[in-house]
């Protein structure tokens, strides 16, 4: 069984071509440097990519619950919340490409996740903030 280290190596090189200064906003280039710490778990306990995209699906749901039905002081769960479905969208697209799995339902669903979470996130900021005035 390969070790953590030499699978956080591999994981490294292989989206160092993808995720680099030139490329990508600063934000989105740290918080894929932090899912390299994450992914080899993924890959050690052998965890498909489309199960992180889903678990990543469920927790867009709890966030987007907190932020709908919780009160303002469950927003700072919800942005720590948030920055964890953004690292596990990379660990599945880590996953994927260590295993090398690639297929259409899994991006379709990685994508359909991001817009889900992405609008619902903006449109629930809109509705909070358009009742506080």
């Known amino acids: 069984m390969k070790t953590f280290y030499n699978i956080y190596r591999k994981v490294c090189k292989e989206n160092?071509?993808?995720y680099n200064f030139k490329s990508t906003p600063?934000?989105?280039?740290?918080?894929?440097?932090i899912s390299y710490f994450f992914s080899p778990l993924f890959i050690i306990l052998k965890i498909d990519p489309d199960i992180i995209t889903f678990l990543n699906f469920i927790l867009s749901i709890?966030?987007?619950a907190l932020i709908f039905f919780g009160s303002n002081d469950f927003i700072s769960i919800a942005i720590i919340i948030y920055f964890i479905c953004i690292i596990m969208d990379f660990c599945d697209g880590c996953v994927a490409r260590y295993f090398n799995i690639t297929s259409f339902y899994g991006r379709f669903i990685d994508g359909l996740v991001d817009i889900f979470q992405k609008t619902f996130l903006i449109v629930l900021f809109s509705i909070k903030h358009a009742t506080v005035l």
């Open 16 to 18: 160092l071509k993808i």
């Open 62 to 64: 709890i966030l987007i």
């Open 26 to 33: 600063v934000i989105s280039l740290l918080l894929s440097k």
